[in-house]
């Protein structure tokens, strides 16, 4: 069922028993007008080393960035992730790689490249497999990055346009981070516990659907509506305290 989410109540204490699955642009991070520019607030590593060693391993990243752009972030963590939106997978140091781009996509990204030069703070960013169109450092690009991307689609068989916060990413289809978090419920350490999401874009309420079908818990960051998420908490600040509490940090 969709609510409205300025109401819902904060998530219980985290459990041993949990499988925690977190995004992280927008829930661990806050958003940077560039992916490249974001920071990581002190101490995180620290605190989701000591969460992941709590859960015997079971916590993973679900992200659109690339593991490899993971790895760097939260370095010298290797978590289990999935990235790209789950198109690329790690659970037990497996790792399943994402398709090969097709050359459409550097195309694509040759004239984004050229749409952005015109709106400063617009920026392209290549992940390989897929490609995103983001306008948060300027606005004025979003009709026009919008326009490139739906007239590139008919050229990318397989492919979608997924939006997010001032982001267009055109990916293969399939893969979602619903049916990432799926399959690694499936594989220990994640297999037999309680599943939970905490992640704060519409690209997550695939998770969302997943973790609430498995008796789990939904976990919305910020007030965007609708959602199917059952608990919110207000910002990654509120995240990293409430994550905090689980391994007795001071927040």
């Known amino acids: 069922m969709i609510v409205a989410t300025a109401s819902l109540p904060r998530p219980p204490a985290i459990a041993d028993d949990w499988a925690l699955f977190l995004d992280v642009d927008g829930t661990l991070l806050e958003f940077a007008e560039r992916p490249d520019e974001v920071r990581l607030p002190p101490d995180l590593v620290n605190v989701l080393g000591a969460l992941h060693a709590r859960l015997d391993g079971a916590l993973a990243l679900v992200s659109?960035?690339?593991?490899?752009?993971?790895d760097r972030l939260f370095a010298p963590l290797h978590l289990p992730a999935a990235g790209l939106h789950g198109l690329e997978r790690r659970i037990d140091g497996s790792k399943e790689e994402a398709p090969e781009p097709?050359?459409?996509?550097?195309?694509?990204?040759?004239?984004?490249?050229?749409v952005a030069e015109r709106y400063p703070g617009a920026v392209v960013e290549d992940k390989g497999?897929?490609?995103?169109?983001h306008w948060r450092g300027n606005t004025a690009a979003h009709q026009d990055l919008m326009a490139l991307a739906n007239a590139a689609l008919p050229d990318l068989p397989g492919y979608r346009?997924?939006?997010?916060?001032?982001?267009?990413?055109l990916r293969p289809g399939g893969a979602n981070k619903g049916s990432a978090i799926e399959q690694m419920m499936d594989r220990p350490p994640f297999a037999g516990r309680r599943p939970v999401f905490v992640g704060d874009d519409h690209t997550d309420e695939h998770g969302f659907e997943v973790v609430r079908d498995h008796d789990g818990l939904a976990v919305l960051v910020g007030?965007?509506?609708?959602?199917?998420a059952a608990h919110r908490l207000a910002d990654p600040t509120d995240v990293i305290s409430w994550l905090q509490a689980a391994i007795g940090s001071p927040a």
């Open 64 to 70: 659109g960035r690339p593991l490899d752009v993971l």
């Open 102 to 114: 097709p050359p459409a996509l550097g195309h694509l990204r040759e004239d984004a490249g050229r």
């Open 129 to 133: 497999s897929t490609l995103a169109l």
């Open 161 to 169: 346009i997924q939006s997010g916060d001032h982001v267009a990413e």
């Open 223 to 228: 007030n965007r509506q609708p959602s199917v």
